[in-house]
């Protein structure tokens, strides 16, 4: 049952499955025999070593993955001229609590996470707008050139902002939006992937509840709104988790969008927060954190959305 | 294909005066005539901001990118640009500096590409197993989709800066050699999506079916020969899906440039979209343009490849 890497991965799963019938069915009888005859019993001692092995690989791997973030802690806490002079060590220095509370009040935080939020829920609350709508045209409606209005949405997946960006730098100075909400935000109120995404759950209800529905005298409106939205929640609710992750990262744009300083959203600050003067490099550090703590947020309660959605491309294509 | 004669309003008329004198079939035509005609405005209604945003954002910038390509602007604004023809995009895209920037880019991709696969792999693996506390070791693996970009690169500030980071005295980790620069700043981006591709390798290990391991287990496969044989084949659309993600944003990287070495150290991190966004304002308006309609082509070349991979495996979804 040697695999061969060019087949397909459609036949790839049907054949091993067929051989996995064959070779599982007639040498394992009843179900509960399988994990004996998997896992022949190994001794107690083979298997400790075995478990203990594994756990160290994994703290190791794990004292790796958050050597950067206990490294940004120490950095915020520590003063930071004391800490270089002590030697740059592995433990705080002199820790100083209250650099939350100044970076807030000195380096104005507080103004360019809230424009971060303002910005972030525009552009989420309208991309789910756009794509629900967009979507249901989509998949529910016919219409003269669906094909050409599908291609002209999937052809913006070819001009990312990183593409555009000096025209729409342009465009957006000349409509007199620089340093303004609507400039931060006007180029992300549509999303190709939210559309392709949304649509993909509206595919999945069945047509004959829309026929259903009609008969029962339920206009798109109504059944868009009852029907068609309330069973694509999950797909919906993964979408708006992703659009925050994705607009409250954003760099490229809000960087380039504005040129004042009082105009800057929270990632963008982070450039600056702290930079100008050595003895307050914590600022910045602390700054780094506090502009995490929303995604953190969002991963610890919504696990599950995030899972989903960072992997719906790579499941559904 | 089944239209009626009836134009929508006098359907509506004749719909109250003589509904009993229509056959039943001919009125189901007629009103399915007018849901049509109803359902297509109604299509272009919902189309309607998806399409002004995508023509305004999005195909106008196009249009203005090739418009500032084959012009050149005077470097005061008030000036007239004068119409140059394919001179300048030309010029722009075989000068050295468009080389150089495709060349870090290129290496950028070459240094987080493979390693981040890679890392993904290894971490979705040692995590995917039956093992008391596991959840901690997978909620770990994962934190770092938490941090954005510039998040990434300020963490990096405290390991990599020349001045004040913990391995500035490592040779080959140092911003302060052109040599190593670009590598140490790829590290911060690697690091920063080492929690996406985790819980994608990690998602796609949880559909290999574990009835398709033990058989090979009983056909005598080691621990090696099972993975690259059967494991590796199974997530390979995930791999794929990976790996083009990570492309892309190696393709797009500025922001950890910026913060990181500001495109030094000579202009050796200077990466395509750093040189496109020129936060120093060194290059002409038309040579910026024609770098992003370089940038434009190669996204379109990635995109295909998505396209083409995507659309073989429609069947394999699900």
Known sequence: MATDPTVSAANEQNRLNQNAEQIVDPLVPAPYDNDKAVQPPRSGLRNAVATTTTYLVLTALSVIVLFPIYMLLLRALSSPLKYISAGQPLYPVSIEWDVFNRAFGQASLGRSMGLSFVVTFVIVIAQVLTSVLAAYAFAFLEFPLKKLAFVLVIGTLLLPIEVTLIANVEIIRKLHLLNSVPGLTFPFLVTAIGIFLIRQGFLGIPRDLRDASELDGYGHLRFLFKVAMPMSKAIIGSFIVIAFLGAWNQYVWPRFATDRGAWQTVQVALRTIGSENPGELNLGFAAAIVASLPLLALLIFFQRQIVRGLTAGAVKG | ?318
């Not at chain 2, 007018?34 to 195909?59: C, E, H, M």
């Not at chain 2, 190696?250 to 990181?260: G, M, S, T």
């Not at chain 2, 190669?298 to 396209?307: D, E, H």
């Open chain 2, 1 to 318: 294909m089944n239209t009626s004669p009836l134009n929508p309003t006098e359907h509506a008329q004749g719909e109250s005066a003589q509904v009993t004198t229509v056959s039943a079939p001919a009125k189901a035509q007629t009103r399915r005539f007018g849901n049509k005609v109803r359902d297509a405005g109604l299509a272009y209604l919902f189309l309607l901001p998806a399409l002004i945003i995508f023509g305004v954002f999005a195909y106008y910038p196009l249009y203005r990118l090739f418009w500032y390509a084959t012009h050149t602007q005077s470097r005061f604004r008030n000036k007239p640009a004068s119409y140059v023809g394919l001179e300048q995009l030309k010029a722009s895209l075989t000068s050295n500096d468009f080389i150089s920037g495709l060349t870090h880019s290129g290496l950028y991709m070459l240094y987080t590409v493979p390693l981040g696969l890679l890392l993904g792999v290894m971490l979705a693996v040692s995590t995917h197993r039956r093992l008391k506390g596991i959840k901690i070791f997978q909620t770990i693996f994962s934190s770092t989709v938490a941090s954005s970009v510039a998040v990434a690169s300020v963490v990096f500030i405290t390991l990599v800066n020349p001045e004040i980071g913990y391995f500035k005295n490592v040779p080959w980790l140092s911003l302060r050699n052109p040599t190593s620069a670009l590598f140490a700043v790829s590290l911060s981006s690697v690091w920063q999506n080492l929690g996406l591709t985790f819980i994608v390798v990690l998602a796609a290990l949880q559909t290999v079916p574990d009835e398709l391991i033990e058989a090979a287990t009983l056909d005598g496969y080691g621990a090696i020969r099972r993975f690259w044989r059967i494991t590796v084949p199974l997530i390979s659309p995930a791999l794929l899906f990976l790996g083009i993600v990570l492309v892309v944003s190696a393709l797009q990287a500025f922001a950890q440039i910026e913060i990181l070495t500001g495109g030094g150290p000579s202009g050796a991190t200077e990466t395509l979209l750093f040189k496109i966004a020129d936060p120093r304002g060194i290059r002409p308006l038309g040579v910026r343009a024609s770098y992003s309609l370089g940038l434009f082509v190669l996204t379109a070349i990635v995109a295909g490849a998505q396209y083409s991979i995507m659309s073989k495996r429609v069947h394999y979804g699900d």
